[in-house]
Protein backbone atom coordinates (compact mmCIF):
# COMPACT_ATOMS: atom_id res chain seq x y z
CA UNK A 1 0.00 0.00 0.00
CA UNK A 2 2.46 2.43 0.51
CA UNK A 3 4.37 1.75 -2.65
CA UNK A 4 1.00 2.81 -4.04
CA UNK A 5 0.83 6.41 -2.28
CA UNK A 6 4.45 7.07 -2.87
CA UNK A 7 3.47 6.67 -7.24
CA UNK A 8 0.42 8.63 -6.65
CA UNK A 9 2.24 11.33 -4.82
CA UNK A 10 5.03 10.61 -7.56
CA UNK A 11 2.59 11.73 -10.74
CA UNK A 12 0.61 14.24 -8.38
CA UNK A 13 4.39 16.04 -7.87
CA UNK A 14 5.06 15.89 -11.53
CA UNK A 15 1.39 16.83 -12.73
CA UNK A 16 2.21 20.16 -10.89
CA UNK A 17 5.25 20.99 -12.52
CA UNK A 18 3.13 21.78 -15.55
CA UNK A 19 5.35 19.61 -18.20
CA UNK A 20 4.90 19.78 -21.62
CA UNK A 21 5.51 16.65 -24.08
CA UNK A 22 5.82 16.21 -27.94
CA UNK A 23 5.97 12.56 -29.67
CA UNK A 24 6.98 12.06 -33.08
CA UNK A 25 5.51 8.96 -34.68
CA UNK A 26 2.15 8.82 -32.80
CA UNK A 27 0.52 6.91 -35.35
CA UNK A 28 2.19 3.75 -35.61
CA UNK A 29 1.68 1.48 -32.65
CA UNK A 30 4.40 2.14 -30.34
CA UNK A 31 3.37 5.86 -30.69
CA UNK A 32 -0.45 5.48 -30.28
CA UNK A 33 0.02 3.25 -27.42
CA UNK A 34 1.97 5.72 -25.48
CA UNK A 35 -0.02 8.69 -26.56
CA UNK A 36 -3.29 6.99 -24.94
CA UNK A 37 -1.09 6.26 -21.35
CA UNK A 38 0.15 9.50 -21.31
CA UNK A 39 -3.82 10.98 -21.87
CA UNK A 40 -4.73 8.61 -19.65
CA UNK A 41 -2.09 9.22 -16.51
CA UNK A 42 -2.65 13.22 -16.71
CA UNK A 43 0.72 13.68 -16.28
CA UNK A 44 1.21 16.57 -18.81
CA UNK A 45 -0.52 20.11 -19.26
CA UNK A 46 0.51 20.13 -23.25
CA UNK A 47 0.84 17.37 -25.32
CA UNK A 48 2.11 17.68 -29.03
CA UNK A 49 2.12 15.64 -31.86
CA UNK A 50 4.59 16.58 -34.19
CA UNK A 51 4.41 14.28 -37.90
CA UNK A 52 4.06 14.01 -41.40
CA UNK A 53 0.15 14.58 -41.39
CA UNK A 54 -2.61 15.80 -39.31
CA UNK A 55 -4.19 12.95 -37.62
CA UNK A 56 -8.11 12.35 -36.30
CA UNK A 57 -9.07 11.15 -33.09
CA UNK A 58 -12.86 11.02 -32.55
CA UNK A 59 -12.38 10.69 -28.83
CA UNK A 60 -13.01 13.40 -26.59
CA UNK A 61 -9.88 12.58 -24.78
CA UNK A 62 -7.98 13.84 -27.77
CA UNK A 63 -9.61 16.86 -27.84
CA UNK A 64 -6.77 19.15 -26.59
CA UNK A 65 -3.64 17.11 -28.22
CA UNK A 66 -2.28 19.87 -30.26
CA UNK A 67 -0.39 18.60 -33.50
CA UNK A 68 2.31 20.19 -35.73
CA UNK A 69 2.89 18.88 -39.41
CA UNK A 70 6.73 18.83 -40.60
CA UNK A 71 8.62 17.47 -43.01
CA UNK A 72 11.25 15.29 -41.98
CA UNK A 73 13.41 15.92 -45.14
CA UNK A 74 13.66 19.69 -43.96
CA UNK A 75 13.44 19.56 -40.17
CA UNK A 76 15.58 22.50 -39.32
CA UNK A 77 12.84 24.59 -41.10
CA UNK A 78 10.14 23.34 -38.44
CA UNK A 79 12.53 23.88 -34.99
CA UNK A 80 9.82 25.55 -33.81
CA UNK A 81 7.53 22.93 -33.56
CA UNK A 82 9.72 21.33 -30.63
CA UNK A 83 10.68 24.20 -28.81
CA UNK A 84 8.25 24.70 -25.80
CA UNK A 85 8.39 21.30 -24.69
CA UNK A 86 10.45 19.94 -21.61
CA UNK A 87 10.27 15.98 -22.93
CA UNK A 88 9.87 14.25 -26.31
CA UNK A 89 9.79 10.82 -27.53
CA UNK A 90 10.65 9.40 -30.73
CA UNK A 91 8.66 6.74 -31.72
CA UNK A 92 9.57 6.88 -35.27
CA UNK A 93 9.66 3.70 -37.90
CA UNK A 94 8.55 0.70 -38.83
CA UNK A 95 8.08 -3.17 -37.62
CA UNK A 96 11.01 -5.51 -38.89
CA UNK A 97 8.07 -7.41 -40.91
CA UNK A 98 6.17 -4.66 -42.52
CA UNK A 99 9.44 -3.12 -43.76
CA UNK A 100 11.99 -5.06 -44.16
CA UNK A 101 15.60 -5.06 -42.97
CA UNK A 102 17.16 -2.79 -45.13
CA UNK A 103 13.98 -0.17 -44.87
CA UNK A 104 14.38 -0.30 -41.00
CA UNK A 105 18.49 0.48 -41.04
CA UNK A 106 17.25 3.47 -43.38
CA UNK A 107 14.88 4.82 -40.92
CA UNK A 108 16.92 4.29 -38.02
CA UNK A 109 19.72 6.56 -39.45
CA UNK A 110 18.01 9.24 -41.53
CA UNK A 111 16.54 11.57 -39.33
CA UNK A 112 19.18 13.94 -37.37
CA UNK A 113 17.11 15.13 -34.56
CA UNK A 114 19.94 16.98 -32.30
CA UNK A 115 19.18 19.98 -34.26
CA UNK A 116 15.90 20.64 -33.08
CA UNK A 117 16.30 19.23 -29.64
CA UNK A 118 18.23 21.33 -27.88
CA UNK A 119 18.69 20.56 -24.23
CA UNK A 120 15.25 18.82 -23.66
CA UNK A 121 14.83 15.08 -21.85
CA UNK A 122 14.26 12.83 -25.03
CA UNK A 123 13.94 9.31 -25.46
CA UNK A 124 13.15 6.89 -28.42
CA UNK A 125 11.10 4.71 -28.00
Not at 66 to 72: K, L, R
Amino acid sequence: MAETEALSKLREDFRMQNKSVFILGASGETGRVLLKEILEQGLFSKVTLIGRRKLTFDEEAYKNVNQEVVDFEKLDDYASAFQGHDVGFCCLGTTRVKAGAICISVLEHSWDLSSVMGTMDYREV
